[in-house]
């Protein structure tokens, strides 16, 4: 199951889980935005280290968010190893040479900082959805950044709706095991049993849309002007206190490795 399907916070009641989720994700964007132009990798492990405090204090059970994350370390090493072997930046001592590929300390310093602020930008994202439960996300939606209802609202039904297609493939499946229907060793009938499921399950995904549309139509979840909210979730000093610390833990990760003489531009 993906890491966004549901929230899989452990304790409710750590500090970064009691934050209104507007914060959490005004608090992604800004590390997003201070080190999407930083070349160096000074500045994002420092962040990196901030970020993991951070997730210690989000309650988030560390196994469960580890297996959760797998394609994004895997993603990360490929874009590593990439960087690794086709940078430009092959300064420095050469530690291996294979034909086209040569490996040196400026192409191991490349790969090290884009593998760290490929994380650093990640983490606070993913964390901020899986400390979140899908329908306060919406709420403070609505409320702090005023999107719009009908579609917010009609996107987090829609979000609640995801496993339920797992579940009609899986029930699929088995009535067709249950009928004799056995695509055999054939490729070609594989891909043609594989297709007609997923148009029978694209099929049974509209009814529903627009069972659901219906029943939300006649519920009042319109545009209207006059709309309140059922949980309002006023920001509150803590939310605050974390978007400034946030901003102030990228600033001070900037100056520590201009002190330093690190820094670099990504265009440089």
């Known amino acids: 199951m993906s890491i966004l399907a549901e929230p899989i916070v452990g304790n409710p009641h750590a500090p970064v889980a009691r934050l209104n989720p507007v914060t959490k994700l005004v608090a992604a964007f800004a590390v997003m935005i201070g080190l999407l132009l930083t070349g160096d990798a000074v500045t994002p492990a420092l962040v990196l280290a901030i970020e993991l405090v951070a997730i210690s204090m989000a309650g988030l059970r560390w196994g469960v968010f580890l297996r959760r994350i797998w394609l994004l370390f895997l993603t990360t090493a490929g874009i590593g190893l990439s960087t690794l072997l086709f940078t430009d930046r092959d300064t420095g001592t050469l530690w291996l040479s294979a034909g086209p590929v040569h490996v040196t300390t400026g192409s191991l310093l490349a790969a090290t900082a884009i593998v760290l602020r490929v994380l650093a930008i990640s983490l606070p994202g993913v964390v901020a959805f899986a400390s979140t439960d899908p329908t306060e996300?919406?709420?403070?939606?609505?409320?702090?950044?005023?999107?719009?209802?009908?579609?917010?609202?009609?996107?987090?039904?829609?979000?609640?709706?995801?496993?339920?297609?797992?579940?009609?493939?899986?029930?699929?499946?088995?009535?067709?095991?249950?009928?004799?229907?056995?695509?055999?060793?054939?490729?070609?009938?594989?891909?043609?049993?594989?297709?007609?499921?997923?148009?029978?399950?694209?099929?049974?995904?509209?009814?529903?849309?627009?069972?659901?549309?219906?029943?939300?139509?006649?519920?009042?979840?319109?545009?209207?002007?006059?709309?309140?909210?059922?949980r309002p979730r006023p920001l509150r000093r803590s939310d605050w206190l974390f978007l400034v610390g946030t901003c102030v833990a990228v600033v001070g990760a900037t100056l520590a490795s201009l002190a330093l003489g690190t820094w670099r531009f990504l265009f440089w």
């Open 137 to 230: 996300f919406a709420d403070a939606l609505v409320e702090h950044l005023r999107a719009p209802p009908r579609f917010t609202f009609g996107a987090l039904a829609a979000f609640r709706l995801l496993p339920v297609l797992g579940d009609e493939w899986r029930t699929l499946l088995l009535a067709r095991r249950a009928r004799g229907i056995d695509p055999g060793r054939s490729p070609l009938r594989r891909v043609r049993l594989f297709a007609s499921g997923v148009f029978a399950l694209l099929v049974g995904a509209i009814r529903r849309g627009v069972r659901l549309a219906t029943a939300m139509e006649s519920r009042g979840f319109t545009d209207r002007p006059d709309r309140t909210l059922a």
